[in-house]
Nanobody, 114 residues
Framework: QVQLVESGGGLVQAGGSLRLSCAAS????????MGWYRQAAGKQRELVAR???????NYADSVKGRFTISGDNVMNTVYLQMSSLKPEDTAVYYC????????WGQGTQVTVSS
């Protein structure tokens, strides 16, 4: 059983930055098939960043150029560096595989004020 624990969220002004962390424990063979999702109030959960098989990353158009996914395979931790935050980035952020295979963690709330 894999457990996911997200952290690093908070309240930030528009234009600010945050770094999210996702610690994965259990039978993790690699973090290279993981990604970050977010769910805003009243909206469906969406994938915003993920690793690709070639060692790169893909991003949703809404965050491209502002968010960067990275990870540590030794520590089984995935990060999301978020910069130039906008109020529309306000959401609960989660990590999981792409497509999601594990039980969702509690997520971490990111609130961007205008």
């Amino acid at each position: 059983q894999v457990q996911l624990v997200e952290s690093g969220g908070g309240l930030v002004q528009a234009g600010g930055s945050l770094r999210l962390s996702c610690a994965a424990s259990g039978r993790i063979f690699s973090i290279n098939f993981m990604g970050w999702y977010r769910q805003a109030a009243g909206k469906q959960r969406e994938l915003v960043a993920r690793f690709t098989s070639g060692g790169g990353a893909n991003y949703a158009d809404s965050v491209k150029g502002r968010f960067t996914i990275s990870g540590d395979n030794v520590m089984n931790t995935v990060y999301l560096q978020m910069s130039s935050l906008k109020p529309e980035d306000t959401a609960v952020y989660y990590c999981n595989t792409d497509p999601p295979q594990w039980v969702w963690g509690q997520g971490t709330q990111v609130t961007v004020s205008s």
